[in-house]
């Protein structure tokens, strides 16, 4: 004789765990990797980059000319900032807005004499943040 009380706990126990499966991987599919790629002149000196939300601090290690780094978003409705120095120049941009940025799955920031740029599609660059002094 079968235990028709238990099989609404089973039905509900599988369909809690098939939706917890399914929210992480879609989860796990949608996190942006943010991509920096140090463009600056050859022998110049390195730039130090630190990036973060409000509870979580990224410090990225120098970057040399040529080096490349990635950030994985962690928590897309966090607002990040990052903030970068080279020599006695230094700027900061938002490297991860969720209304621009929620639906890609990489975002590409360059670095080089100019500023931080940011490539919006596969051909152009943006200058979205220029090197300051003062």
């Given at each position: 004789?079968?235990?028709?009380?238990?099989?609404?706990?089973?039905?509900?126990?599988?369909?809690?765990?098939?939706?917890?499966?399914?929210?992480?991987?879609?989860?796990?599919?949608?996190?942006?990797?943010?991509?920096?790629?140090?463009?600056?002149?050859?022998?110049?000196?390195?730039?130090?980059?630190?990036?973060?939300?409000?509870?979580f601090e990224n410090f990225i290690?120098?970057?040399?000319?040529?080096?490349?780094?990635?950030?994985?978003?962690?928590?897309?409705?966090?607002?990040?900032?990052?903030?970068?120095?080279?020599?006695?120049?230094?700027?900061?941009?938002?490297?991860?807005?969720?209304?621009?940025?929620?639906?890609?799955?990489?975002?590409?920031?360059?670095?080089?004499?100019?500023?931080?740029?940011?490539?919006?599609?596969?051909s152009s660059w943006d200058l979205?943040?220029?090197?300051?002094?003062?």
């Amino acid at each position: 004789m079968a235990n028709f009380t238990s099989t609404p706990v089973l039905l509900l126990t599988i369909c809690f765990l098939i939706s917890t499966t399914t929210s992480t991987k879609e989860n796990h599919k949608k996190k942006t990797i943010i991509h920096f790629i140090d463009r600056l002149p050859i022998n110049s000196e390195q730039v130090m980059v630190q990036c973060g939300s409000g509870e979580f601090e990224n410090f990225i290690p120098p970057l040399n000319s040529g080096d490349k780094y990635q950030l994985k978003i962690e928590r897309a409705d966090d607002a990040y900032s990052c903030m970068a120095l080279w020599g006695l120049k230094f700027t900061s941009w938002n490297p991860f807005e969720k209304p621009r940025d929620a639906s890609h799955k990489k975002v590409i920031y360059l670095l080089n004499e100019d500023g931080i740029f940011i490539r919006r599609n596969k051909s152009s660059w943006d200058l979205i943040a220029p090197w300051e002094t003062e």
